[in-house]
């Protein structure tokens, strides 16, 4: 009994303090006493579940009982409904509470009033009997007209729904001398009085963070159709991204957010085509934490229909950094499996999330890999951390080494994406299966080296019989010089006169300029390329892909124009 009561209250967060006092004697406790006005119940300390003792649950929970004069055993407690009415009314500051019996009504009456109580916004202590033993507890929900939600006090075992003839939680059976406390509502509630509270979990920059914003009860009798507030976000280091109805208060609403990224403020306005009633989530936001420290969410003016609300709390969150120094970051590249001959993979180069706080913008490193199984073709920025960046940058430093190199105006960071990514070709396949290893080296964010990595493998698929094949006998391909600087000549030798499909291609995988294409007698051709494209503009330093197609074969070879 005393727990329902409790439950109902705690639902309102009321009374603040309490009135008047009791005092009676308790069979085998002795006598029990209670100043109620002399009380201050400390709602922000009870939470809705416990695990552990709990003073401020106990305190309140205790003077329900001693104020329905409770009697104890250690087989159970109990009293009546109409004490817990009075408990209401005189000691606890819900004037117009009012204890109810079904026998005392028609069915569809009784019915009829338990759902105006709900509709309301206003749960019930209820109770109910066997032929040996009762119980109290919470009418709290409805669905349909007649499928009654109620909360037994027994830490959520058995909660749900049930008719009103079948109220059989368990192998306990509550059917006989229902009753009930309706118009548990405390003194003077009015439109201005819900308290509104913003909640949010800590988080850890680069996650997305839900800030909720929480209503005590609204009651539909009040009719409130139209909410409108502003609400406040360090927009330094909090990105918003956008808002959530479902199963809220609101839901069905029409919510119209309008951002101002430059000032921090939501400028809200939700409308219903029906009222709001009870309490919980009235709106939810998502946000985006850019970077670690402590971020205050805070509201202006908020109001119901127009009326200004009187108690509004705002929230400040801790956000934590991924790692403690960016010194502390990590690089690591996923693998490429099963590429055949010729075919691009695309290996991820994933980081530690950059705070962009940490002003990240500059990023350089050595790339290593076997350049007689694959080669670097692009490094690609779309849908990474570098896109939309153009002056990335890899320089051959030797056969099979890149020095890669990126600087950039604004701060890298400020999402979970990965940094680049990188496309290899596959141009060592045999008839096993053949693994390159792709290491990172000398990686450096700034003037911060990063020192843990985890390199990738590029898994090169095995070439059969009735795949196409690397070498017909007596095709040779070589170059000279290489490096060069400003011409070098193609030594081709083609043992048997065919068609030849002969370009020079730069590692992004365009064609650059054509060497020769159609047919070619039998022997050995002499081709030079000045380091032009076809249009006859100069191409840039750099390495270049001298690649060659005879009927289902291709060869490939790395030239260096050095200038």
Not at 258 to 266: A, F, R
């Amino acid at each position: 009994m005393a727990t329902a009561m409790a439950q109902v209250m705690k639902y309102w967060n009321k009374p603040i303090t309490g009135e008047g006092n009791s005092s009676y004697y308790a069979y085998g406790y002795g006598y029990q006493s209670v100043n109620y006005g002399n009380t201050t119940y400390l709602w922000d300390e009870m939470p809705n579940a416990i695990s552990t003792s709990n003073i401020p649950v106990a305190t309140l929970i205790y003077h329900a009982a001693v104020g329905v004069e409770m009697g104890f055993s250690p087989e159970g407690s109990g009293s009546n409904g109409m004490k817990a009415r009075n408990a209401f009314q005189n000691y606890f500051r819900y004037p117009n509470a009012n204890y109810v019996q079904k026998q005392n009504y028609s069915s569809g009456t009784w019915l009829n009033m338990l759902r105006e109580q709900l509709d309301n916004g206003s749960p019930m202590y209820y109770s109910g009997s066997n032929t040996s033993s009762g119980h109290a507890w919470n009418c709290d929900g409805y669905q349909g007209t007649d499928y009654i939600h109620f909360n037994f006090g027994w830490g959520g075992s058995y909660n749900g729904y049930f008719y009103l003839d079948d109220i059989t939680p368990g192998t306990s059976e509550f059917n006989l001398y229902q009753a009930a406390v309706i118009n548990t509502i405390p003194e003077n509630y009015s439109i201005t009085d819900p308290r509104i509270q913003l909640k949010a979990n800590n988080g850890e920059a680069g996650d997305d963070l839900t800030l909720r914003l929480t209503s005590y009860p609204v009651l539909a009798d009040w009719g409130v159709n139209n909410v409108s507030l502003s609400l406040y976000y360090e927009n330094s280091s909090m990105q918003y991204l956008d808002y959530d109805l479902s199963d809220t208060m609101s839901e069905g609403g029409i919510m119209e957010v309008t951002n101002n990224p430059d000032t921090g403020y939501l400028n809200i306005s939700w409308t219903g085509t029906t009222p709001l009633s009870g309490a919980g989530d009235l709106f939810r936001f998502h946000f985006r934490a850019l970077n670690p420290g402590n971020f205050y969410f805070g509201q202006v003016d908020m109001s119901y229909n127009g009326q200004l609300l009187q108690y509004v709390d705002p929230v400040i969150i801790d956000v934590t950094a991924p790692v403690a120094t960016l010194a502390e970051s990590s690089i690591s590249l996923n693998n490429i499996v099963h590429l055949g001959y010729e075919q691009l993979g695309t290996m991820i180069m994933s980081s530690t999330y950059l705070p962009p706080a940490w002003d990240v913008n500059h990023v350089e490193y050595k790339l290593s890999f076997d350049d007689s199984k694959i080669e670097l073709v692009d490094i690609i920025g779309e849908e990474c951390l570098l896109e939309g960046y153009e002056n990335v940058t890899f320089s051959p430093v030797e056969p099979g080494v890149y020095q890669i190199t990126c600087d950039t105006e604004q701060a890298l960071g400020g999402a979970k994406l990965p940094l680049m990514k990188l496309s290899f070709r596959a141009i060592g396949n045999t008839d096993t299966i053949e693994m390159a290893q792709v290491i990172i080296s000398d990686f450096h964010y700034n003037q911060t080296q990063i020192t843990d990595i985890q390199n990738g493998y590029v898994f090169l698929s095995p070439i059969s019989a009735n795949e196409d094949q690397i070498s017909p006998l007596g095709f040779t391909l070589n170059s000279y010089p290489n490096p060069f600087n400003p011409t070098t000549t193609i030594y081709l030798n083609n043992p048997e006169a065919q068609n030849v499909d002969a370009a020079i291609y730069n590692l992004k995988g365009q064609r650059v300029y054509d060497l020769h294409k159609g047919y070619l007698d039998s022997g050995e051709h002499h081709i030079v390329w000045n380091g032009q494209d076809q249009n006859g503009n100069s191409v840039g330093t750099g390495v270049y892909l001298l690649r060659v197609r005879v009927k289902d074969a291709t060869f490939s070879k790395k030239l260096s124009l050095m200038k």
